[in-house]
């Protein structure tokens, strides 16, 4: 509202302002034959309403920046985590404004965050804190999620938390290309799986992905120096997938794209989301 207020107050000044000039010499020769100085003032009819335009606009303006930077978040970087975790986190912010600022809801704008506890009411110069949990269970790389706090009157800030999510399976192959593919043809694909701490893993397939896909799980020892040219009989526990079609769903609405989530479930890290892409199109 107040932003809208100093929009309009900027347009009167201006329009005000381009009138005031267009009928400039008109009013000097009026008040040439006037000695009375308020009068001659008054002569400009548009001088007034151009002075409190300008007044209003810098008023408004002052009070939306007062707005604008109601809060300061001190800045969250939660370095790197494992993913299936739940961390808890910890906001601190403080209210800077002269305004009392009643809380509507707060909300992460990202997949994870859970559980948002915060004050409801904040008074100006308070320090508060706004604590949730995230869940990095779908969360993997570098991340900056934003946490919105929304007041009653429907105005957001944004305070930011950064970091990074590690998946503790590591695959060989993340997107697998099924080709041109009709109803019944054979595709089959062998990769590998492995811990970077190298921990030994157990896999199988979710079941979910069971319904379209079949699993083969062998145990190998691999050579991960090199990661594009992986070879067995290294130092490293490892899993070797052999994945192949078991039938895939008929496409709906006609569409001609494959594309198809492979989940595993990892019995060493339950809580992880160890996926890959399926990628093709239908004959």
Not at 77 to 98: C, F, M, R, T, Y
Request: with cysteine; aromatic share 14%; hydrophobic share 40%.
């Amino acid at each position: 509202m107040i932003f809208l207020f100093t929009l309009i107050s900027l347009a009167g000044f201006l329009l005000s302002g381009w009138y005031f000039f267009k009928n400039l010499k008109t009013i000097e020769i009026k008040n040439r034959k006037e000695r009375n100085g308020l009068k001659r003032f008054l002569n400009y009819p548009f001088t007034v309403i151009w002075y409190c335009y300008l007044l209003i606009f810098f008023v408004c303006l002052t009070v939306n920046n007062a707005f604008a930077n109601s809060f300061e978040f001190d800045p969250v970087n939660l370095g790197v985590l494992q993913q299936g975790i739940k961390k808890n986190v910890e906001i601190n912010g403080k209210n800077v404004s002269s305004q009392i600022i009643e809380v509507e809801n707060v909300y992460n704008l990202m997949t994870g965050g859970e559980n948002f506890v915060y004050p409801k009411s904040i008074i100006p110069g308070q320090n508060f804190k706004i604590n949730f949990t995230l869940n990095t269970a779908y969360m993997e790389g570098d991340f900056e999620h934003k946490i919105v706090l929304v007041d009653t009157s429907g105005k957001p800030w944004v305070a930011l938390v950064r970091g990074s999510v590690e998946n503790p399976i590591v695959f060989s192959e993340r997107i697998l290309d099924l080709g041109f593919y009709k109803k019944g043809n054979k595709k089959n694909w062998i990769f590998y799986v492995w811990n970077p701490e190298n921990k030994s893993l157990k896999l199988k397939l979710a079941p979910g992905s069971q319904k379209e896909f079949k699993a083969n799980f062998s145990s190998v020892k691999l050579d991960v120096r090199d990661f594009e040219n992986l070879r067995e009989g290294g130092t490293t526990p490892a899993v070797k997938i052999n994945l192949s079609v078991a039938e895939l769903e008929s496409p709906k609405n006609n569409q001609k794209s494959i594309r198809k989530i492979v989940s595993f479930i990892c019995e060493n890290f339950p809580n992880a989301t160890p996926e890959l892409l399926v990628t093709g199109y239908w004959e």
